[in-house]
């Protein structure tokens, strides 16, 4: 049984391991190199190595070399959970703008960005429309004197106020719309997703709508982006065909822009610079790990990577997911199976096969966020059994059937169980609007409410007998 484990990173994921390996009595020391965390673990301690040791084949361990102050230290562990996220190398991909060596203005990625008041009255020109190049070229444009956003493949920009003001992740991430959308030919979701996405505004309009809409990307949530757009503040460009001394030429417009001072937000890569590719091979954006967790050709499962995904949904209950799994299987109390399984699995994986319903999940890291978490808490036997729930407790099934996939559901039974789950499900509501009402309203109501009621319910109803049919 694995006690002594050696955390690397102490970001939300290494966080969540620390609590894991506490919660079933493993012995955490995690070793985090920036100083921004303090506690149970070591910082500003850079991991230089992570290698079997000689005997690994009978005992799983690895020897852990760190240095701290410029002194280095080993030390041997039962267990290593690799906790480095696939944020850790700014993608600053600098051949792909010619020209970029004879700009006279300011270029950084936007890894170095801190405060918007370095734009002020400068003409700043944001590259990459995910969330770090919106929410940039969004604070820019209260300061510059003007902001370009140029993008190569446009995106779907949300509101965090969704439909009737609820949270989006709330409404958008149910188990009822997961498996509606996963019962549906992938072109028609594409098209109702399209469609939902555009009831804000018109993303062609705005020169935002995405040109391959096969594939999801992740959706930019921007609350301002419209309005700052519509009001001439950002002006969304195509991709960049020249990068001059103090301007820029992009593609399909010939007109040069004059440009003080560009932003790069291009991403970032991820590597395991202390592991040896013989354990962990990163290959176009991806690793050989079964279910994103397990090096599968180990002899011994007792490396494990948590948070290298890219899931529809929160990492942040993700990455917990995962570690509650790891430490069971270090303790021997799960199983994993053959290594020729985890190998079949990881390839088919690889070749990222539509399956032809639901979302296309084809890019690297990228997976169904509620599919994702239910297998693994099937593993814990902690995933909540919804057809005995309907019968036994409806209104807790009914809330968690229809109503948001929060973390709470992943609690309700097995190891690590909160007899308070059950209340924080069916009062969360309450707690998400509470910071909104701080004015109290007299609701008129009205008299077609309790056939409304009566009439949904009984459509709740007919929805759950055709889908457990």
């Known amino acids: 049984m694995a006690k002594r484990v050696a955390i690397v990173g102490a970001g939300v994921s290494g ?16 070793f985090e190199r920036s100083d921004d965390l303090g506690g149970l673990w070591r910082f500003t301690t850079k991991v230089c190595s992570v290698t079997k040791c000689p005997d690994f084949t009978v005992t799983g361990q690895w020897e852990v070399v760190t240095q701290h102050e410029g002194k280095q230290e080993s030390a041997i562990f039962d267990a290593v959970m690799v906790c480095t996220g696939f944020l850790t190398d700014p993608y600053l991909p600098l051949d792909s703008f010619p020209g970029i060596n004879t700009f006279k203005g300011q270029y950084f990625h936007s ?8 734009f002020k009255d400068k003409r700043v020109l944001v590259i990459g429309m995910g969330n770090s190049g919106t929410d940039i070229a969004v604070e820019a444009s209260h300061l510059a004197e003007k902001v370009f956003l140029s993008t190569t493949g446009g995106a779907w920009v949300i509101s965090r106020v969704f439909d009737s003001g609820y949270p989006w992740d709330m409404v958008f991430m149910t188990r009822f719309q997961n498996v509606f959308r996963n019962s549906v030919p992938t072109p028609i979701v594409n098209w109702l997703l399209a469609r939902k996405m555009n009831s804000w505004f018109h993303h062609a309009n705005y020169g935002l709508v995405p040109e391959d809409r096969t594939q999801l990307r992740e959706p930019v949530l921007n609350d301002e982006l419209p309005g700052r757009i519509i009001t001439g503040k950002v002006l969304i460009k195509p991709s960049i065909k020249e990068v001059k001394e103090n301007s820029v030429i992009f593609n399909n417009t010939p007109k040069e822009e004059p440009i003080d001072i560009i932003v790069f937000a291009t991403g970032y890569t991820f590597a395991f610079p202390f592991l040896d590719e ?14 994103y967790i397990f090096p599968a050709h180990l002899p011994k499962p007792t490396l494990a990577v948590i948070g290298l995904i890219k899931p529809l949904g929160s990492i942040i209950p993700t990455g917990e997911t995962q570690a509650r799994w790891v430490v069971r299987v270090l303790k021997g109390i799960n199983k994993l199976p053959p290594q020729s399984v985890m ?27 509620i599919t994702y978490i239910d297998e693994l808490l ?19 099934g009914l809330t968690i059937f229809f109503g948001p996939s929060t973390p709470y559901q992943f609690r309700l039974t097995g190891p690590g169980k909160w007899e308070g789950a059950r209340n924080a499900i069916l009062t969360q509501w309450d707690r998400t609007f509470k910071a909104t009402k701080t004015r109290s309203v007299q609701e008129s109501p009205s008299p077609f409410a309790s056939l409304l009621k009566l009439l949904s319910l009984l459509a709740l109803l007919m929805a759950i007998f055709l889908i457990f049919l």
Not at 16 to 29: D, F, Q
Not at 281 to 286: A, I, L, P, S
Not at 378 to 396: C, E, V
């Open 15 to 30: 966080l969540a391991s620390i609590k894991c390996c506490l919660e079933e009595g493993l012995e955490p020391t995690c």
């Open 111 to 118: 890894r170095q960005y801190k405060y918007p008041n370095i």
């Open 278 to 291: 013989s354990v962990v091979k990163v290959e176009n954006g991806q690793a050989s790990l079964y279910k």
């Open 343 to 369: 190998i079949e699995e990881v390839n088919a994986r690889k070749e990222n096969k539509p399956s032809g319903f639901g979302l296309c999940y084809c890019k690297a890291l990228q997976e169904d966020y």
């Open 378 to 396: 099937t593993y814990i036997n902690a995933k909540p059994n919804l057809f005995s729930m309907l019968l036994t407790d409806p209104r807790l």
